[in-house]
T-cell receptor
Framework: GENVEQHPSTLSVQEGDSAVIKCTYS??????FPWYKQELGKRPQLIID?????GEKKDQRIAVTLNKTAKHFSLHITETQPEDSAVYFC???????????FGGGTRLMVKP | EAGVAQSPRYKIIEKRQSVAFWCNPI?????LYWYQQILGQGPKLLIQ????????DSQLPKDRFSAERLKGVDSTLKIQPAKLEDSAVYLC?????????????FGNGTRLTVT
C-alpha cells in the first residue's frame, strides 16, 4: 500500500519568513496530492491540492510543487502570518478513489 | 452549505465497554469515510462507503470495529469492546463522488478516551 513520509515534524519560523514542508510517497500510481491544515481541536481543512499532470500550483501565499520522478511534493508558504500556525498534513491517493494516505503532520509555529 | 455533522463531540469510556459514533455527511455526498486520528499522527482511513456499499474496509479492525450506512446517508461506527489503544479522534468525511474532482470535507470529529 501507499506510504507517505512528511518532514519536518515541527517547524518554527519568524513572521514574514517562508516555510517549506516536504513529503515523499511510495506508490508511483498515486496521482492526487492534497494538503490539509488542522488547527488545534478543529477539523482538517483542504488548503490546496495538485494532480500528477501539473508540476506546480499557486494560490496567493501558498504553492505546491510535485516531482513525480522523485516521488516527492512540497508545500511552500510565503510571508507567513501568526494565523498560519497549525498542523499541516500532506496526503496521496490514486485513481481508485479518494482513499487518502496521510503523512504524519508538521506543526508550524509562526512567531510574531 | 452545512458541513459534515458528527456526534458526540467527546466520549469517555472504560476498556471493554462499547461505543458508537454518528455521522451525517453533506447533503448529496455519495461517498463517506471514517478516519482514525491518534494524537500526533495523521488520519488513517478505516472504511469508505459509496452510497450504502463498502468500497474499502481493509484497515478496519473487524474483530471489534463495525460500521454501517444503511440508507446511504447517515453512518454509524461502533467499537465493541474498546481497548486503550482505541483512544483517538474519529473523523468522518464525505465527498460528492469517489474521484479526483471530489475533495474530502471533514467533520469536527469525536474524541474518544478509553480508560
Amino acid at each position: 500500500g501507499e506510504n507517505v513520509e512528511q518532514h519536518p515534524s515541527t517547524l518554527s519560523v519568524q513572521e514574514g519568513d517562508s516555510a517549506v514542508i516536504k513529503c515523499t510517497y511510495s506508490d508511483s500510481a498515486s496521482n492526487y496530492f492534497p494538503w490539509y491544515k488542522q488547527e488545534l481541536g478543529k477539523r482538517p481543512q483542504l488548503i490546496i491540492d495538485i494532480r500528477s499532470n501539473v508540476g506546480e500550483k499557486k494560490d496567493q501565499r501558498i504553492a505546491v510543487t510535485l516531482n513525480k520522478t522523485a516521488k516527492h511534493f512540497s508545500l511552500h508558504i510565503t510571508e507567513t502570518q501568526p494565523e498560519d500556525s497549525a498542523v499541516y498534513f500532506c496526503a496521496a491517493s490514486y485513481n481508485a478513489g479518494n482513499m487518502l494516505t496521510f503523512g504524519g503532520g508538521t506543526r508550524l509555529m509562526v512567531k510574531p | 452549505e452545512a458541513g459534515v455533522a458528527q456526534s458526540p463531540r467527546y466520549k469517555i469510556i472504560e476498556k471493554r465497554q462499547s461505543v458508537a459514533f454518528w455521522c451525517n455527511p453533506i447533503s448529496g455526498h455519495a461517498t463517506l469515510y471514517w478516519y482514525q486520528q491518534i494524537l500526533g499522527q495523521g488520519p488513517k482511513l478505516l472504511i469508505q462507503f459509496q452510497n450504502n456499499g463498502v468500497v474499502d474496509d481493509s484497515q478496519l479492525p473487524k474483530d471489534r470495529f463495525s460500521a454501517e450506512r444503511l440508507k446511504g446517508v447517515d453512518s454509524t461506527l461502533k467499537i465493541q469492546p474498546a481497548k486503550l489503544e482505541d483512544s483517538a479522534v474519529y473523523l468522518c468525511a464525505s465527498s460528492l463522488e469517489a474521484g479526483l474532482d471530489s475533495p474530502l470535507h471533514f467533520g469536527n470529529g469525536t474524541r474518544l478516551t478509553v480508560t
